[in-house]
């Protein structure tokens, strides 16, 4: 993943002033500006009239909750990928979804995505890094269903809500139909680990050593998405019928996000491809840039106009089956971080596409 061609080789060259002081202050705000609740109408949030859950209901958020961005769904993961992909599993008859977990839940919203889409839910697990984050994502849960039919009411009140690094909150339990996860992908370097200092959207702790992530996966800043496939498989929290969606920001090339899969021993195909606003644009472009400029990438974002062009008259799973041809086609309007960077400054809108993976077990013959 090494730069290509000379421009992008002087653009990854090119010295962007990361750590300035308004740089900072516009980070700050970015991570900082927490609201205590706020008000969802689904509809307008979630794109489409819910079918199971409520209407309206209050989001709680804690100081450490992911934001979900309720006044911008094009820079939401949820209203991207996580239901996009929800939507596809379910009307293309992937399989029943009775037992399923979330990964990193944030707010909660993608458990109440799921709950909306998936009918046959008997149990939900929802994992995240603080007791806070996890206590807040659970009443939120509660709150969406607060009118929903009995059955999805009861499976609401009794979701268990785990806290701990990525699954290993879930180990002992029974094999889950369909797990998701939407992990952030920049490490935080060895001096910058209190986590408990404002949001972590885009950011976790970066030593991972103990978890021999191979390099190519390092290199592409996918370790999470890789730990998180191994642990999977083994702790046992997949049968043969079961699924691990990925989600993960496409500014890598897709072969690499299906070599993830590959390499933790699955067979990995992509289910849905959106696109969505750079969410955090200042932490989360210039946490790639810094990795570019150490000779990483290049990783790839748009602006949003072109990208919102692209996608007009496509589905999110129509544009997964010709995702190779697609992002080719969008190549005269990739920018590498640190041309983005730049573009974002002058006020131009960033995007990226984002990518839903689902994963099921190579058998045991395919492994050997
Ligand atoms: C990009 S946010 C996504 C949140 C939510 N799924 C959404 O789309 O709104 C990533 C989430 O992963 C959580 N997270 C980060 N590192 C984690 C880890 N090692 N184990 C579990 N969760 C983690 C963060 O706290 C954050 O809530």
């Known amino acids: 993943m090494a730069p290509t061609t000379t ?32 008000h969802v109408e689904f509809e307008q949030f979630y794109g489409i009239a819910p079918t199971h859950v409520d209407r309206r209901f209050d989001l709680r958020l804690s100081h450490l909750s992911y934001l979900p961005k309720i006044n911008n769904p094009h820079a939401d993961w949820v209203v991207t990928a996580a239901l996009n992909a929800f939507r596809a599993y379910q009307s293309g008859g992937f399989g029943n979804v009775h037992r399923f977990a ?10 109440i995505a799921a709950f909306d889409t998936f009918v046959g839910l008997s149990s939900v697990a929802m994992t995240d890094m603080h007791e806070e984050v996890i206590k807040t994502a659970k009443s939120n849960v509660v709150s969406a269903t607060e009118k929903a039919q009995g059955c999805i009411r009861r499976v609401a009140l009794q979701a268990a809500a785990k806290v701990g690094d990525l699954l290993l909150p879930l180990k002992g339990e029974e094999p889950f139909d369909l797990i998701y996860e939407n992990l952030p992908n920049i490490p ?132 997964g089956l010709h995702v190779i041809e697609f992002v080719e086609g969008l190549l005269p309007h990739r920018l590498n971080a640190v041309d983005a960077l730049q573009k974002h400054r002058e006020g131009v809108k960033i995007g990226h596409t984002v990518v839903v993976m689902a994963s099921v077990l190579k058998s045991a013959q395919c492994q050997r």
Request: proline residues 5%.
């Open 7 to 38: 421009a992008e080789r002087s653009l990854s060259q090119a010295k962007v002033p990361i750590a300035a002081d308004n740089v900072e202050t516009a980070k700050d705000r970015e991570l900082h500006n927490h609201p205590k609740k706020v």
């Open 102 to 111: 979330t990964i990193g839940t944030g707010s909660g919203t993608d458990v």
């Open 188 to 319: 935080l370097p060895g001096t910058m680990h209190d986590l408990r200092d404002g949001q972590t959207s885009s950011t976790y702790v970066g030593d991972r050593s103990a978890d021999k992530v191979p390099r190519s996966i390092s290199a592409a800043l996918l370790e999470l998405h890789y730990i998180c496939l191994v642990q999977a498989r083994s702790f046992g929290l997949l049968n043969t019928n079961s699924t691990i969606l990925s989600s993960i920001g496409g500014r890598v090339p897709i072969e690499t996000i299906l070599e993830v899969a590959d390499v933790a021993g699955f067979t990995g195909r992509i289910l849905t491809v959106w696109w969505k606003e750079q969410s955090e644009p200042e932490s989360v472009i210039g946490g790639y840039a810094e990795h570019e400029q150490q000779g990483l990438g290049p990783f790839h974002f748009y602006p949003t106009s072109a990208l919102e062009r692209a996608f007009s008259n496509r589905t999110p799973a129509g544009v």
